[in-house]
T-cell receptor, first 111, second 118 residues
Framework: TQLLEQSPQFLSIQEGENLTVYCNSS?????LQWYRQEPGEGPVLLVT?????EVKKLKRLTFQFGDARKDSSLHITAAQPGDTGLYLC???????????FGQGTRLTINP | GAVVSQHPSWVICKSGTSVKIECRSL??????MFWYRQFPKQSLMLMAT?????????EQGVEKDKFLINHASLTLSTLTVTSAHPEDSSFYIC??????????????FGPGTRLTVT
């Protein structure tokens, strides 16, 4: 059962444009992480959001955790070719050791 | 901090042989490590959760006799693919939880191992 629905799964845009990636669930998460993965490498942790309504910024990336802690979004402003990669959201359910991963968003930024 | 390494980074083996992949936490002690499998252009699929000093917990559909996991120390977990077949070819990634940040359940990933079975 896929508990985290991530959308879109594929996105190809021009350099300089803005974009938003969404992760939605009917489950409540104690925390949610966003990772970025490049081909042939392991995912790299970008951010963790913990509190409902929390907003975190990482340069041009803005991460938001929904008020009910069931959803999250990643917004990139003025995308650059270096932002190209697979973005993964992952939710932690209270008491469970493992993370639930979304399907991933494969982002391509064209120069 | 929170660096995880994997060895080898890639391996080619013949059908029917076994191959061992190592996962190490370099600057922290990891009581819990995870093994994932990733197919091309897809997300991560959790295979098993490995706890130091105890048996691994396998996800539904993962053959425990085929994918042997050993977590004998706080810095090392190994995945052995036994009697490998071409359908076992994949990208295998391990991760570890850093107890210093465990409250938020973050996992730190190794660079992955590309396994090709011929």
């Amino acid at each position: 059962t896929q508990l985290l629905e991530q959308s879109p799964q594929f996105l190809s845009i021009q350099e300089g444009e803005n974009l938003t990636v969404y992760c939605n669930s009917s489950s409540v998460f104690s925390s949610l992480q966003w990772y970025r993965q490049e081909p042939g490498e392991g995912p790299v942790l970008l951010v963790t959001v913990v509190t409902g309504g929390e907003v975190k910024k990482l340069k041009r990336l803005t991460f938001q955790f929904g008020d009910a802690r069931k959803d999250s979004s990643l917004h990139i402003t003025a995308a650059q070719p270096g932002d190209t990669g697979l973005y993964l959201c992952a939710g932690a359910i209270q008491g469970a050791q493992k993370l639930v991963f979304g399907q991933g968003t494969r982002l391509t930024i064209n120069p | 901090g929170a660096v995880v390494s994997q060895h080898p980074s890639w391996v080619i083996c013949k059908s029917g042989t076994s191959v061992k992949i190592e996962c190490r936490s370099l600057d922290f002690q990891a009581t819990t490590m995870f093994w994932y499998r990733q197919f091309p252009k897809q997300s991560l699929m959790l295979m098993a959760t490995s706890n130091e000093g105890s048996k691994a917990t396998y996800e539904q559909g993962v053959e425990k006799d085929k994918f042997l996991i050993n977590h004998a120390s706080l810095t090392l977990s190994t995945l052995t693919v036994t009697s490998a077949h071409p359908e076992d070819s994949s990208f295998y990634i391990c991760s570890a939880r850093d107890p210093r940040t465990t409250i938020n359940y973050e996992q730190y990933f190794g660079p992955g191992t590309r396994l090709t079975v011929t």
